[in-house]
């Protein structure tokens, strides 16, 4: 289909897996595919700021994004999870965007039970291009959340 462009901007009140701080990396997997931030050392509001890439085959799966603890000499602490659908960012693509002036909301998704969501989220048209600011939920821990922003990436040929 395409290539989902994931901007991981920052963690929130992260969860403290070590003495008094952590030092969180996230691994992002989507079916087969699985990639990772680099390590924040001794932050539980990291600001990662990274942009990692997914090809994306199928619309109805979801990304899973953990974060972890880094630890050197046990293994890596799980610090949260979350899964987000991308099927509404799909679905905003196929809108036309032609004429819509930056900032225009295309489509707004609340948080609920059925999603990671911390707050409503936004798809959003910026120059053109349509985005999706989210801001997930950690789930399996005390608390923490991560800011992120999704864009497609077009490839010629392909069609959403």
């Given at each position: 289909m395409g290539l989902l462009r994931i901007h991981i901007k920052r963690g929130v009140n992260l969860a403290v897996r070590d003495v008094n701080t952590s030092d969180p990396y996230c691994v992002v997997r989507m079916g087969?595919?699985?990639?990772?931030t680099r390590?924040?050392?001794?932050?539980?509001?990291?600001?990662?700021?990274?942009?990692?890439t997914l090809s994306v085959?199928?619309?109805?799966?979801?990304?899973t994004l953990t974060v972890y603890d880094h630890d050197t000499f046990t293994k890596d602490d799980p610090m949260g999870d979350a899964e987000c659908?991308?099927?509404?960012?799909i679905e905003a693509l196929k809108m036309s965007t032609d004429g819509l002036?930056?900032?225009?909301i295309i489509s707004r998704i609340q948080p609920s039970r059925q999603n990671c969501l911390a707050e409503e989220s936004r798809i959003t048209c910026i120059d053109g291009k349509v985005v999706q600011d989210i801001v997930l939920r950690l789930r399996h821990v005390e608390c923490g959340e991560v800011e992120l922003q999704l864009e497609w990436i077009d490839i010629p040929g392909s069609h959403v």
């Open positions: 087969k595919q699985k990639l990772k390590v924040i050392k001794k932050d539980v509001n990291p600001e990662w700021n990274e942009e990692l085959q199928d619309p109805n799966v979801p990304f659908d991308i099927n509404p960012f002036p930056t900032g225009t």
